[in-house]
C-alpha cells in the first residue's frame, strides 16, 4: 500500500543541469525526510523537516535545497547536478522523529 | 558518529530454513535498533524494530535480539518463504530519533524454493 509518492521515478540529465523532485505523503504525518541511496545501496539522510524545524545534513553540499510547502509536501531542489550526485533519492515520511518511517519508492537520477 | 556494520553482504537459505542477519554498532548511547526491507525497484519496508529496554522481540516469523554488552543486534527470519528475499538494512539511532539513525550497508537475502 503506497502512501509516499514520488515523481519522476527515473530523471536523466546533464552536468551543471538544474533538477526537482516531488515528494507527498497521504498518511497525515508531520515529519518528512530525503535519504540518498548510493550506487552500493549505502543510505545517507540528506534532510528532515517537520512543521517547527529543518534539519541539514552537514555534509550535503549547498547545492541541494529543500522546498515545502505543506507538511505532507517536501521536494528536493538540485541547483547544478555533478556526476556525483547519480543515486536513488528516497523520499520518507513519520509521526514525530521517533517513530516508524515510511519510504517512497524513490527517484533515481544519472548524471551525464 | 555512529557506525553500523552488517555483517552479511550476502545469504542464501532454503525455503523453510532460518535466516540469520548480524549487525553491530558502535556508540553505546544507541536505543533503538529498527530494520527495513526493500525490494527490488522499491523503497524500504518496515519490518520489526527492538528499544534498549528489552533484549529480544517476536512478530510472527521475526525475531530480533538485542546484546547490548556486545552492541550486537541481529535479526532471525523462521521457516522463510521466497517472498523474504529482498535487501534487509539494519539500523541504530542514538536517543532513538529518526534523524540520528544509521543503517547498514544492506544484507541480500535470497529464498530458494
Known amino acids: 500500500e503506497t502512501a509516499v509518492f514520488q515523481t519522476p521515478n527515473y530523471h536523466v540529465t546533464q552536468v551543471g543541469n538544474e533538477v526537482s523532485f516531488n515528494c507527498k505523503q497521504t498518511?497525515?504525518?508531520?515529519?518528512m525526510y530525503w535519504y540518498k541511496q548510493d550506487s552500493k545501496k549505502l543510505l545517507k539522510i540528506m534532510f528532515s523537516?517537520?512543521?517547527?524545524?529543518?534539519?541539514v545534513n552537514e555534509t550535503v553540499p549547498r547545492r541541494f535545497s529543500p522546498q515545502s510547502s505543506d507538511k505532507a509536501h517536501l521536494n528536493l531542489r538540485i541547483k547544478s547536478v555533478e556526476p556525483e550526485d547519480s543515486a536513488v533519492y528516497l523520499c520518507?515520511?513519520?509521526?514525530?522523529?521517533?517513530?516508524?518511517?515510511?519510504f517512497g519508492a524513490g527517484t533515481r537520477l544519472s548524471v551525464l | 558518529g555512529e557506525k553500523v556494520e552488517q555483517h552479511e553482504s550476502t545469504l542464501s537459505v532454503r525455503e523453510g530454513d532460518s535466516a540469520v542477519i548480524n549487525c553491530t554498532y558502535t556508540?553505546?548511547?544507541?536505543?533503538?535498533f529498527p530494520w527495513y526491507k526493500q525490494e527490488a525497484g522499491k523503497g524500504l519496508h518496515f519490518v520489526i524494530d527492538?528499544?534498549?529496554?528489552?533484549d529480544r522481540k517476536q512478530s510472527q516469523r521475526l525475531i530480533v535480539l538485542l546484546d547490548k554488552k556486545a552492541k550486537r543486534f541481529s535479526l532471525h527470519i523462521t521457516a522463510t518463504q521466497p517472498e523474504d528475499s529482498a535487501i534487509y538494512f539494519c539500523?541504530?539511532?542514538?536517543?532513538?530519533?529518526?534523524?540520528?539513525?544509521?543503517f547498514g550497508k544492506g544484507t541480500l537475502l535470497t529464498v530458494t524454493p
Open positions: 520518507a515520511s513519520s509521526w514525530g522523529y521517533e517513530n516508524t518511517l515510511y
Open positions: 498518511l497525515g504525518h508531520d515529519t
Open positions: 523537516y517537520n512543521n517547527k524545524q529543518l534539519i
Open positions: 556508540d553505546t548511547a544507541s536505543s533503538y
Open positions: 527492538i528499544r534498549s529496554n528489552v
Open positions: 539500523a541504530a539511532s542514538i536517543g532513538g530519533s529518526n534523524y540520528k539513525l544509521t
